[in-house]
């Protein structure tokens, strides 16, 4: 069975830049979340998708950070312009659970490291 | 705000010692808890998952809770420098969605 795909693997940009980038879950998995992990620090929910809703948005920065999952299978993260302290590892993860009780594992992605300067 | 304590370490045990790691949260609902291993440039990875008052064992991992201390630790035994990593204490209450520690980075040393 194939993990949870992301891409790109690394990004370098500059401040107030653009940078987009994308997760394909685990196939048939239901749930898709966002984390962004700051260096010594653990990860941190920015969105959960059920499906192609949003169950939980409340810690995304809007006013820069947009991620959207049309079609309730692969996802884009988009942050519009990038500041420095978005430096970090964002990382997707799927869950094949339809019901938020459900006990089953969070699969990670290998993570995306962006570097903005 | 739900939190999730762990001391950041490193916790530094010699090969074949017992480590111990250890985790407190504040969200008194919380019903399911996991530990992560995260090795360094790599992405979380389940290790244990608990969800009742007591002990859970799996291999050279035991899991432990305590619901009314709000205390859930990690027991490796016969620790190997292939453990050495980061873990990560997560909780979960109900509908809500997974809360992380900041990790606590074990090094075992041959």
């Known amino acids: 069975e194939a993990g949870v795909a992301q891409s790109p693997r690394y990004k370098i940009i500059e401040k107030r830049q653009s940078v987009a980038f994308w997760c394909n879950p685990i196939?048939?998995?239901?749930?898709l979340y966002w984390y962004q992990q700051i260096l010594g620090q653990g990860p941190k929910l920015l969105i959960q998708f059920q499906n192609n809703g949003v169950v939980d948005d409340s810690q995304l920065p809007k006013d820069r950070f947009s991620a959207e999952r049309l079609k309730g299978v692969d996802s884009t993260l988009k942050i519009q312009p990038a500041k420095l302290e978005d430096s970090a590892v964002y990382l997707c993860a799927s869950r094949l659970g339809r019901g938020a009780l459900t006990t089953d594992t969070q699969y990670f992605g290998p993570g995306t490291r962006l570097t903005v300067l | 705000q739900k939190e999730v304590e762990q001391n950041s370490g490193p916790l530094s045990v010699p090969e074949g010692a017992i480590a111990s790691l250890n985790c407190t949260y504040s969200d008194r609902v919380s019903q399911s808890f996991f530990w992560y291993r995260q090795y360094s440039g790599k992405s979380p990875e389940l290790i244990m998952s608990?969800?009742?008052?007591g002990d859970k064992e799996d291999g050279r991992f035991t899991a432990q809770l305590n619901k009314a201390s709000q205390y859930v630790s990690l027991l490796i035994r016969d620790s190997q420098p292939s453990d050495s990593a980061t873990y990560l204490c997560a909780v979960k209450a109900g509908y809500s969605t997974l809360t992380f520690g900041k990790g606590t980075m074990l090094l075992v040393s041959p």
């Open positions: 608990i969800y009742s008052n």
């Open positions: 196939s048939g998995h239901a749930t």
